[in-house]
């Protein structure tokens, strides 16, 4: 999916019709009822002129009462009948259309989660939305609206011009005359219209994006007093995709009362030659105003088609992009999501952690700019290792190799001594206890949040998880307790209450690794001591890998490896790093003695 993906593509494409037809065969009958339906109520009112003719001709010429009032009564009986049928036809192409929705929308979703994480390092999540949201939205017009009309507009045609040959061909020549025209105009609108759509498509989506990236970072849009210049920005934005609509609409504004300006025309022609007819050639004035009806009907199917066309044109606008999204390569790491998965059961114990290797692993986000150079270095089981270094220099994308978020090019990672490609990723995944710097909670409860959908954890082990950590003094305080609501990504709770809650969280599974990256950075000096308390426990028979800036949380641990610029550059204990005297011994001047600045020690490297 590329940032312009809006502008490619076809007018008509059988393959993405093809595609999205797909979506309606459950629901065939349903659909196959609805057509059955739209041709009954396209042949009822094909009988309204045909009635007009015969309530003229049989009725009010020869003053017969009795035939005009059965006419009447028949008349009434097709008004009702078609109103019945209008109903029914709505009724299940919009049950139809929403359920097919619902299909669709429910695909991409299962699909995104499938998607690699570097999908959406490239990807705006408010391009992503719009595709779930709006994109879907103008599907479900063409399912409601265009399928079954089609075949009802189509039957209509037919129809009229049988009847009209039937009452007098002349009069159908007339007709036909203005066909011409007709063609002209549509041609004319279809080549503008195909292209004012995919514009309006491109706009909304650059809205999207711009308002959800700009909603998520409302802090620092306030705090680096950006909001004049971001609302200009939004005002040009917005104005791009006004204009975008305002040209469709211009190009609707003219070519409907074109079609009617011809319909007109087409009238006045055959009141012109017909009036004629009745006068000197004998049709019955019965006649003529059947034809004038018919006329009329005539120019309706062709008006619906041409919206029909506008409608389809924006249908293959929007699924190109929908089927660009679900025919992108899901990660080979990703859990599968057939239905509601079974219970897994909980991981053998192994009393002394996993081992984990990295070997010679090279990785790199862009081409040959390579973040992890020649990585190579062991995770013992029950050890406890820590990764320091300076910012960029590769820490936390270990961490994200480890989780098969990312692949290394080069090299290989091994987890109890098999490749890490191998490996199931949810029973990999298990066994990992993973602490982020940057917590996201859900929507929902505080229980909720812990469970994070493992329904083998009762909520005891969840509360019990919150004491081994200390996150349970300011649970109890809140409102509602365990049950207290949690908003948004947790905006109600400070970084620190939310970081004891991932503590928690992490823990409750009994991972048999444990990865903390940067966990303690935002929290206060006496937190941060109740949660080292904890873990010093908790740590016992498992293997930890531990992520962090503040060397003072890591002196206790069994090795230390010093990353700089993707490299291994030491490893050690704290003892014999400080005793070597080199890049940790410097960086650990830095926090505890101030001796340098960290340019100069960079600058030194």
């Known amino acids: 999916m590329s940032e312009h993906d809006e502008e490619t593509g076809r007018a008509y494409d059988h393959r993405l019709m093809r595609r999205l037809t797909a979506y309606l065969h459950p629901y065939r009958m349903q659909v196959a009822f609805a057509i059955v339906v739209t041709l009954a109520q396209a042949a009822v009112q094909l009988t309204f002129p045909w009635l007009t003719k015969e309530a003229i001709d049989l009725g009010i010429r020869h003053r017969d009462t009795y035939t005009l009032d059965r006419i009447a009564l028949v008349y009434l009986t097709a008004l009702l009948a078609a109103f019945v049928l209008g109903y029914l036809q709505a009724q299940v192409m919009q049950r139809v259309g929403q359920n097919v929705m619902r299909d669709l929308r429910t695909a991409m979703f299962r699909h995104l989660q499938r998607l690699p994480v570097p999908f959406y390092d490239r990807n705006p999540i408010g391009r992503l939305m719009t595709r779930v949201t709006n994109d879907v939205d103008v599907l479900n017009e063409l399912f409601t609206s265009g399928v079954d009309a089609l075949f009802g507009d189509v039957f209509m045609l037919v129809g009229i011009v049988f009847a009209m040959a039937r009452l007098n061909v002349e009069l159908l020549a007339v007709t036909f005359s203005v066909l011409p025209l007709i063609f002209i105009v549509t041609l004319t609108f ?192 029950g050890e406890k290792l820590a990764l320091v270094g300076a910012t960029g220099s590769g820490k936390t994308t270990l961490t994200s190799l480890l989780l098969r978020f990312y692949t290394a090019q080069r090299g290989e990672i091994r987890v109890d001594g098999v490749p890490l490609g191998r490996w199931d990723p949810e029973a990999l995944r298990r066994r990992i206890g993973f602490v982020l710097q940057d917590v996201f909670l859900f929507s929902g409860t505080v229980l909720a949040n812990l469970r994070m959908g493992e329904e083998r954890l009762d909520d005891e082990t969840l509360r019990q998880a919150a004491r081994e950590v200390h996150a349970h003094a300011f649970v109890e305080r809140l409102p509602g307790g365990w049950d207290a609501p949690v908003r948004e990504r947790g905006a109600t709770l400070s970084a620190g209450q939310k970081q004891l809650l991932s503590f928690a969280r992490a823990l409750a599974r009994d991972p048999d690794l444990l990865v903390l990256d940067e966990a303690t950075s935002s929290v206060d000096t006496h937190t941060e001591r109740l949660i080292q308390t904890a873990l010093q426990r908790l740590m016992q028979g498992r293997t930890s890998l531990v992520i962090a800036h503040r060397l003072s949380t890591i002196q206790d641990v069994d090795r230390i490896v010093v990353l700089h610029h993707g490299r291994v550059r030491e490893a050690g204990t704290h003892a014999e790093l400080l005793a070597l005297g080199g890049l940790y011994t410097r960086l650990y001047q830095l926090q505890f003695l101030g001796a340098k600045s960290t340019a100069a020690v960079i600058q030194q490297e």
């Not at 711009?210 to 971001?230: A, D, I, K």
């Open 190 to 381: 279809r080549a503008k219209v195909r292209r004012v759509f995919r514009e309006v498509r491109t706009q909304l989506a650059r809205m999207n994006a711009f308002l959800n990236e700009n909603l998520s970072g409302m802090s620092t849009v306030q705090l680096m007093g950006r909001e004049g210049r971001n609302a200009r920005q939004f005002r040009d934005i917005n104005a791009d995709h006004r204009d975008a609509n305002l040209l469709a609409n211009t190009y609707h504004a003219v070519f409907f009362p074109l079609l009617e300006l011809v319909s007109a025309i087409a009238l006045a022609l055959i009141i012109w030659y017909g009036g004629r007819q009745v006068m000197w050639t004998g049709i019955t004035l019965g006649t003529l105003v059947a034809f004038i009806q018919y006329t009329q009907r005539f120019f309706r199917p062709i008006s619906d088609l041409s919206e029909k066309y506008g409608i389809l044109q924006q249908a293959m606008a929007s699924s190109e992009r929908i089927f660009a999204l679900l025919d992108t390569p899901p990660d080979d790491a990703a859990l599968p999501l057939d239905g509601a998965p079974a219970p897994l059961p909980a991981p053998e114990p192994r009393p002394h952690g996993i081992r984990v290797e990295f070997d010679h692993v090279w990785f790199a986000y862009d081409a040959e700019h390579w973040v992890l150079q020649d990585v190579t270095f062991t995770l013992e089981p």
